[in-house]
């Protein structure tokens, strides 16, 4: 598997077309939560928890820049199955797990559709790196294209 790997300070600075983070001069976009942005859909960038229904978004899709998936605790596997079903739905921007999650979910997660993540502490890139690579085999079907994958370290 061939991943192009990217250090990210700042997840709205993310942009797939550089090697490097994008420079952000201004203000950052502010994330908003999903109730937040329902309310008021004027923000490109919104944040989901494990609980929320992807489908309310569906139609505005090409206009949401930026997706992050909070997972609430490591037993939560529901993250799993909102970010591929936001993949399913056409959503093509950066789709970011944050909270926690299990290092060793990594892999999984980039299956599922992720392409950010928010290492926990004491997780370096290259253990990200090495834990995305550590299964050669898979049998079931996947998101992965060559998706650029950033981290931002906690």
Not at 84 to 89: E, F, I, T, V, Y
Not at 101 to 107: C, I, S
Not at 126 to 133: C, F, H, N, Y
């Amino acid at each position: 598997m061939s991943l192009k790997l990217q250090y990210e300070q700042d997840p709205v600075g993310y942009n797939p077309d550089e090697t490097q983070p994008a420079a952000n001069d201004s203000q950052p976009p502010t994330t908003q939560r999903l109730e937040e942005w329902l309310a008021n859909p004027t923000g490109s960038q919104v944040t989901l928890t494990t609980g929320d229904d992807p489908e309310v978004l569906a139609s505005s899709l090409l206009s949401i820049t930026h997706i992050a998936i909070e997972f609430p605790d490591i037993t939560d596997g529901r993250g799993f199955s909102l970010g591929r079903r936001l993949r399913d739905m056409g959503y093509t921007g950066p789709l970011r797990a944050t909270g926690n999650y299990a290092t060793d979910q990594l892999q999984y997660l980039h299956r599922c559709g992720y392409d950010c993540f928010d290492l926990p502490a004491g997780v370096t890139i290259e253990l990200a790196t090495k834990l995305l690579g550590s299964i050669s085999v898979a049998m079931q079907a996947s998101t992965i294209s060559e998706r650029q994958v950033a981290f931002n370290v906690r």
